[in-house]
């Protein structure tokens, strides 16, 4: 009896591939940060290395000091820390020269040292610069990796069950405050300007991804934004919701592959859940319409103990049986019975689930 035994490696590789790219978020974050200081800075720091090399100078040819002892009176003074005063504090006798030059010094460092404070404030206490690297470069090592438009409260299951299965991916949202959030939490995320929603496909990188999913709550962005992707990347697999059933069709022809009306899901299921106790899941397909997958526990009383398939198979296919946590694969087979305990997961019309339910004895 051949079985598949449930195991948790794929959730566990999951965890670490998404703790690697969280490492490696932070890590790009921290290689970024001085970067970004001194691209935000460096202007304002070539004029202070001038004025204290300026400073320098003026204290080594009139106050006949050494060139470390200038340049450490330099620095003193433009920071303010006072260790060194020119001619004794005594500016009555001060050379008019020397005022002059120290006077244009300690204003120009003064304005060039509050920019570089607040550049600093700006590049290291909110990190929007530097994390917005860090997220770039992590985006464009992405492959195969999928993006969520939408981060609303369809968006947000969906990302969850990404995260849990292990998939990489990158949020598209219109929010600027969900943006700063999600950025902060070290996720990728991209803001997305309502005319330019190409550039945002961009910096998701929808080149090398693997599947567009479409949550927003908004049917018609879920129509912009498949258009978009669909001209971008004519080979994507695009999956969309929509709010209204009657654009599915719409939604279709806008190049989605996958459309899920979502009003009709839950309707069918909360429908279906009043039909059997049973329900696990519904399947929606255009062919052959919609099925349920249900789950019958065989309990002691049950007329299936000791049978093989063929008598549970008769009102619905069956797609597994599960006993000792494990899935079994080979169920139809000769030699395979069903035991009190198992559990039997089938797929069938709602009726005949429900004549299951009371025939077999199962539940």
């Known amino acids: ?8 490696l794929p959730h566990r590789r999951g965890r670490i591939r998404r703790e690697s790219k969280k490492l490696s978020f932070r890590l790009y974050a921290g290689f970024y940060e001085p970067i970004v200081f001194v691209q935000a800075t460096w202007r304002q720091l070539i004029i202070l290395g001038a004025m204290f090399v300026s400073g320098a100078e003026i204290f080594s ?69 530097a ?7 992590v985006t464009s090592r992405l492959k195969g990796h999928v993006v969520v438009y939408g981060f609303g409260y369809l968006g947000k299951y969906v990302v969850d069950k990404l995260a849990e299965l292990g998939m990489d991916y990158v949020v598209v949202t219109t929010e600027q405050a969900l943006f700063e959030t999600l950025r902060k939490g070290r996720a990728l995320v991209v803001l997305e300007h309502e ?12 080149e090398k991804a693997g599947i567009l999913i479409a949550s927003h709550e908004d049917d018609s962005r879920n129509m912009m934004i498949t258009l978009s992707a669909r001209k971008l990347r004519p080979d994507l697999r695009i999956i969309s919701a929509v709010h209204d059933s009657e654009l599915v069709d719409a939604a279709k ?51 299936l103990i000791g049978k093989d398939m063929q008598e549970a198979s008769k009102l619905a296919v069956v ?45």
């Open 131 to 137: 994390l917005g690297k860090a997220e770039e470069h």
């Open 195 to 206: 005319t330019r929603p190409m550039d945002a496909l961009k910096a998701a990188g929808i």
């Open 253 to 303: 022809s806008a190049g989605a592959d996958v459309v899920i009306p979502s009003a009709v899901t839950v309707g069918h299921l909360l429908a279906l859940s009043a039909v059997t106790k049973d329900l696990v899941g519904v399947v929606f397909e255009e062919e052959i319409g919609t099925k349920e997958i249900a789950r019958f526990s065989v309990f002691k009383s049950s007329k």
């Open 61 to 129: 040819y009139y106050g006949a000091l050494p060139p470390v002892n200038a340049f450490l009176a330099s620095v003193s003074t433009i920071t303010t820390i006072g260790l060194y005063v020119p001619n004794g504090g005594n500016f009555t006798t001060l050379n008019h020269t020397e005022s002059a030059l120290l006077i244009v010094m300690i204003i120009v460092s003064v304005g060039a040292g509050t920019s570089v404070v607040q550049a600093t404030v700006g590049a290291f206490v909110s990190g929007d610069l």
């Open 319 to 363: 797609i597994g049986v599960i006993r000792d946590s494990q899935v079994f694969r080979d169920i139809f087979v000769p030699g395979f019975r069903l035991q009190e305990g198992d559990t039997i997961l089938v797929l069938g019309d709602p009726g005949n689930l429900e004549t299951l339910e009371r025939e077999a004895g199962a539940k």
């Open 1 to 8: 009896m051949d079985a598949i035994h449930e195991t948790r």
